[in-house]
């Protein structure tokens, strides 16, 4: 629920500053168009790199706090992806080369 509502007043500000009857900026009507479909699948990630990217409705800080969350977002999912078994494994293959074609032909 709270997601949610992050995600209408995302949307609101950006739909006042880049929708078509608002502006002719056809950068602005693209980044419309993608805070429409970030809306419709309930993407709060995209919708807040796409409020990060514009200018005009959004304070500083309210530019800050989306990049904050966003550095924060990029932070946890590299640290999931780097305590995953499959960069373990990448690891163990680049750091330790003989080891990993040993436990290759052992493996097969």
């Given amino acids: 629920a709270k997601g949610e509502e992050k995600l209408k007043a995302l949307w ?3 739909a006042a ?5 608002k502006t002719d900026d056809a950068k602005k009507h693209s980044a419309f168009v993608a805070a429409q479909q970030a809306k419709d699948n309930l993407d709060l990630q995209t919708m807040q790199k796409i409020a990060a ?3 005009g409705s959004f304070t500083p800080e309210d530019r800050i706090e989306i990049l904050r969350k966003l ?4 932070h946890a999912e590299n640290q999931r992806l780097t305590e995953s078994n499959l960069f373990k494994f ?6 330790r080369p003989d080891q ?3 436990f290759i032909k052992n493996f097969s």
């Fill in 53 to 55: 990217t514009l200018d």
């Fill in 12 to 14: 609101r500000k950006i």
């Fill in 17 to 21: 500053s880049c929708h078509p009857d």
């Fill in 90 to 95: 990448l690891v163990f293959k680049q750091t």
């Fill in 100 to 102: 990993f074609n040993d």
């Fill in 71 to 74: 550095i924060s977002e990029l």
